[in-house]
Nanobody
Framework: QLQASGGGLVQAGGSLRLSCAASVRTFSAYAVGWFRQAPGKEREFVASINWSGSNTFYADSVKGRFTISRDNAKNTVYLQLNSVKPEDRALYYC?????????????????WGQGTLVTVSS
């Protein structure tokens, strides 16, 4: 019900935009989060946005470099990655849930996309 896309190879310092398209009915009512998982590591929170797009929250590691936004008319949430670093290399997942955007755990989210891979060349 969630389809993440936009991943690919990016040079360190470059930019990439990820998209999360939803077929979930009433998608605009849900908070949406982006998570990532690097090889051998646990899935970690990246950013979240509330239902209207008026509030956002970021992990310290991406604050100032990544921007989350949404277009409810298109049922799509975006994650703009700027100033990409080698440590940003991971499989990126989007997820939708009904709770607070300030909760960074995965349990809040009911719907998950399949992930899109971001690879960084240095």
């Amino acid at each position: 019900q969630l389809q993440a896309s936009g991943g690919g190879l990016v040079q360190a310092g470059g930019s990439l935009r990820l998209s999360c398209a939803a077929s979930v009915r009433t998608f605009s009512a849900y908070a949406v989060g982006w998570f990532r998982q690097a090889p051998g590591k646990e899935r970690e929170f990246v950013a979240s946005i509330n239902w209207s797009g008026s509030n956002t929250f970021y992990a310290d590691s991406v604050k100032g470099r990544f921007t989350i936004s949404r277009d409810n008319a298109k049922n799509t949430v975006y994650l703009q990655l700027n100033s990409v670093k080698p440590e940003d290399r991971a499989l990126y997942y989007c997820a939708a849930g009904a709770g607070s955007i300030y909760y960074t755990g995965i349990k809040m989210y009911d719907y998950w996309g399949q992930g899109t891979l971001v690879t960084v060349s240095s």
